[in-house]
């Protein structure tokens, strides 16, 4: 089982933390009414209702985000979980927040061992994901539960992943370790299919072909135990700042 270094900031926090507010204002919003019919306030005026109202669209804005992290929270664990099959040696780490030039991003997965380093993206978008990686949106579309077909844009996960692996790649060099850098993009949920155009990273579907991946893969370089050892220090210290 390779070596786990846990992150401080995963999307199962922010889940979580959006939720207790999307309670916390939930529970006003039912008090308010409470107050306002036991006591029989009368609120003749419409904006009377107006912090009823705020409290009511904050509610469900903060429920909606915390179902989407948990959603996203959900991806991650099940990518951490193929990543973490890989053998003794290897090393996966979560939530790095990676800064090149004044420029950051917070990865989902680093992975270091023997067959090199990759980032993953891990994705747990369901229905049909359509697009070309040279656009910066992708296209998802989906079923829903009546019946109807509908579609949304994403985010184009190859430019992401490209651009934490030039940062990476930067940072390491410039701390004398001159190594290639993989980007990896792993869809996790089982309900998805991905037709996407001239991508030059890997996308990968279901997750349980995330290990098989890199120990299979034709990789551009081997890293030895010392060259690991030192690269997963390097990252672990930009994980704990």
């Not at 996203?72 to 800064?99: M, R």
């Not at 090149?100 to 049909?128: A, F, P, R, W």
Request: with cysteine; proline share 2%; glycine share 8%.
């Amino acid at each position: 089982m390779a070596n786990f270094h846990k992150g401080r900031n995963n999307l199962g926090g922010k889940a979580n933390r959006n939720l207790i507010a999307g309670l916390i204002f939930s529970i006003l919003v039912i008090t308010s009414f409470y107050i306002i019919f036991s006591q029989h306030i009368q609120m003749n005026e419409w904006y009377s209702f107006l912090p009823v109202m705020i409290f009511m669209v904050l509610a469900s804005y903060f429920v909606k985000r915390g179902v989407i992290f948990r959603f996203g929270a959900k991806g991650e664990n099940l990518g951490l979980a193929q990543a973490l099959k890989l053998p003794e040696g290897y090393h996966v780490f979560t939530n790095v927040t990676i800064s090149y030039q004044n420029y950051s991003q917070e990865t989902d997965l680093i992975i270091v061992g023997m067959k090199g380093i990759y980032i993953v993206e891990v994705k747990n978008h369901n229905g049909k994901i359509v697009g070309d990686a040279e656009n910066s949106e992708w296209t998802q579309l989906k079923v829903g539960r009546g019946g109807g077909r509908y579609s949304k844009k994403i985010n184009n996960p190859v430019k992401q992943v490209k651009g934490q692996v030039y940062k990476l790649s930067k940072y390491l060099k410039e701390n004398g370790i001159n190594v290639w850098v993989e980007g990896i993009i792993l869809f996790t949920n089982e309900d998805v299919s991905v037709n996407v155009q001239n991508s030059s990273i890997p996308i990968l579907f279901p997750a349980k072909r995330l290990s098989h991946y890199i120990l299979t893969c034709k990789n551009r370089q081997y890293l030895n135990k010392n060259l690991i050892s030192k690269v997963a220090e390097m990252i672990e210290s930009v994980q704990k700042k």
